[in-house]
């Protein structure tokens, strides 16, 4: 099997790394957070000091961080890794950014002998932990083949969408959806609420319904309705509120790029961004719900 370098083990790295650990890989870690490591030196994994010495020796690199700005960082100019990753390696870059960014890394990737893919995934936490995420994937279509099988050690669903950048478009696609999905579920159980039903019955309902969704079903945004969700754990855990409006930010900037009009996204940005100023920031992004409903 391939040696792994793992880069970012957040809420979706370090389970995702974990996964690859039990079926087989051999796995050297990389993160800020000495207890992220910790965590994945005790399920298997090997201590990196730093994120050149985790892909020393690496066939395959796997990275998972917060913002284009990391992913650029990481990888390029005189200290990124590309001055050290062995030509003939292969980067999987699960990190959800900007589409420039990925064509720009992996430009820069194939010019010194490296495969490339942008593979940011959809799934959740929940998702991370039970290997069922689905992979989003742009690049060539030898590079995936490469790919695939540490993909399925770690996801359910892998769709090829297009050239490098393609998957971070569609990925971008999916949470602008979800953003303005989760805002107005959210609004609906408000509603509900102020008149005096009850937020389960009402959840039961809408996920038999035509207004059916990941929100309803899976990661309801009311307290107590799912056991297990974050709002049933004070909105810990989960999906950031403030990566969530990352993310519709980059939709907004890829609508600007080709003069589409995204007006629900634009107001579901604006949504996140009032949440995030009202504290909630580093909460899951079902916390939006407290925007209309207080005590939720």
């Known amino acids: 099997m391939s040696r792994i370098a793992f880069i970012g083990l957040g809420n979706m790295g370090g389970p995702m790394a974990a996964n690859l650990l039990k079926a087989g890989y051999s796995v050297q870690v990389f993160d800020l957070s000495f207890a992220a490591v910790a965590t994945a030196v005790a399920a298997g994994a090997a201590a990196a000091a730093n994120a050149a010495e985790a892909v020393a020796g690496a066939q395959i690199v796997i990275s998972m961080l917060p913002a284009s700005r990391h992913v650029e960082g990481l990888y390029l100019g005189d200290s990124g890794l590309l001055a050290v990753?062995?030509?003939?390696?292969?980067?999987?870059?699960?990190?959800?950014?900007?589409?420039?960014?990925?064509q720009k890394v992996a430009q820069a990737a194939n010019a010194r002998g490296v495969d490339m893919i942008d593979a940011p995934v959809s799934g959740g936490t929940a998702g991370a932990a039970a290997g069922t995420l689905t992979f989003i994937v742009g690049g060539e279509a030898a590079a995936l083949e490469r790919a695939r099988e540490v993909l399925q050690a770690m996801g359910k669903n892998?769709?090829?969408?297009?050239?490098?950048?393609a998957g971070q478009v569609a990925k971008l696609c999916n949470n602008m959806?979800?953003?303005?999905?989760?805002?107005?579920?959210?609004?609906a159980l408000a509603l509900g609420v102020?008149?005096?039903?009850?937020?389960?019955?009402?959840?039961?309902m809408m996920a038999v319904s035509t207004s059916r969704s990941w929100a309803t079903e899976v990661c309801n945004p009311w307290p107590n309705v799912l056991d297990n969700t974050p709002a049933s754990r004070?909105?810990?855990?989960?999906?950031?509120?403030?990566?969530?409006?990352?993310?519709?930010?980059l939709a907004a900037e890829a609508a600007m790029g080709i003069g589409a009009s995204i007006p629900l996204g634009e107001l579901a940005r604006n949504l996140?961004?009032?949440?995030?100023q009202a504290g909630r920031g580093a909460l899951d992004f079902s916390s939006v719900v407290k925007l209309v409903a207080k005590d939720a």
């Open 85 to 102: 990753i062995e030509p003939g390696a292969l980067i999987i870059d699960c990190s959800t950014i900007a589409p420039a960014c990925a």
């Open 158 to 165: 892998i769709f090829h969408v297009g050239a490098n950048g």
């Open 177 to 187: 959806a979800l953003g303005v999905i989760m805002a107005a579920t959210g609004e």
């Open 194 to 204: 102020a008149h005096g039903l009850d937020p389960k019955v009402l959840s039961q």
């Open 234 to 249: 004070g909105y810990s855990g989960g999906f950031g509120n403030d990566l969530m409006l990352k993310d519709l930010g």
């Open 272 to 276: 996140y961004a009032m949440n995030s």
